[in-house]
């Protein structure tokens, strides 16, 4: 079940780094203050260094996920056909119509893609932290990384 949560968490982390190194960020302000979600720096910049989200900002962040995690992402109804299944009857999206096997392959893809992306976020952070160093990596998709 960790390793399925894991994978599914560093899905949304690529993805996430690839889009927001790509430029591409949400519009308006991201506090009362008026900064811009563009006005803070990517990956673990954003997080340590002197231009990082404000600390009632990480809280924020925190208890939010621990929310998700202690309230929401859970099997509530007892229902669930393998760990990691948090459709708690409401969520189909044709689940039920697939037979056993095809069910084991999509879980096995689910797994792999989440693997791939756990070693391609460490690899990002990585590439990051070279940097720092004076070794720039410039990745073929997105570039040297700043």
Same mark, same amino acid.
């Given at each position: 079940?960790?390793?399925? %949560?894991?994978?599914?968490?560093?899905?949304?982390?690529?993805?996430?780094?690839?889009? !927001?190194?790509?430029?591409?960020?949400?519009?308006?302000?991201?506090?009362?203050?008026?900064?811009?979600?563009?006005?803070?720096?990517?990956?673990? *910049? *954003?997080?340590?260094?002197?231009?990082?989200? =404000?600390?009632?900002?990480?809280?924020?962040?925190?208890?939010?996920?621990?929310?998700?995690?202690?309230?929401?992402? %859970?099997?509530?109804?007892?229902?669930? +056909?393998?760990?990691?299944?948090?459709?708690?009857?409401?969520?189909?999206?044709?689940?039920?119509?697939?037979? +056993?096997? !095809?069910? &084991?392959? %999509?879980? *096995?893809? +689910?797994?792999? $893609?989440?693997?791939? *992306?756990?070693?391609?976020?460490?690899? &990002?952070?990585?590439? +990051? %932290?070279? $940097?720092?160093?004076?070794?720039?990596?410039?990745? =073929?998709?997105?570039?040297?990384?700043?």
């Amino acid at each position: 079940y960790v390793e399925v %949560k894991h994978g599914r968490v560093c899905q949304l982390d690529f993805l996430g780094q690839i889009v !927001t190194r790509n430029g591409i960020h949400l519009d308006g302000p991201i506090d009362k203050a008026g900064n811009a979600f563009d006005s803070f720096p990517n990956g673990l *910049a *954003a997080v340590f260094g002197p231009d990082a989200i =404000p600390q009632a900002g990480l809280i924020q962040i925190f208890l939010f996920v621990g929310f998700l995690e202690l309230g929401v992402m %859970k099997d509530v109804t007892g229902d669930s +056909e393998f760990p990691g299944d948090f459709r708690n009857g409401a969520l189909d999206f044709g689940w039920d119509t697939f037979d +056993e096997e !095809t069910k &084991l392959s %999509k879980r *096995a893809i +689910e797994l792999n $893609n989440g693997r791939a *992306a756990m070693m391609g976020i460490l690899g &990002l952070m990585v590439h +990051e %932290k070279l $940097n720092e160093i004076g070794m720039v990596a410039d990745l =073929p998709i997105i570039g040297a990384l700043q």
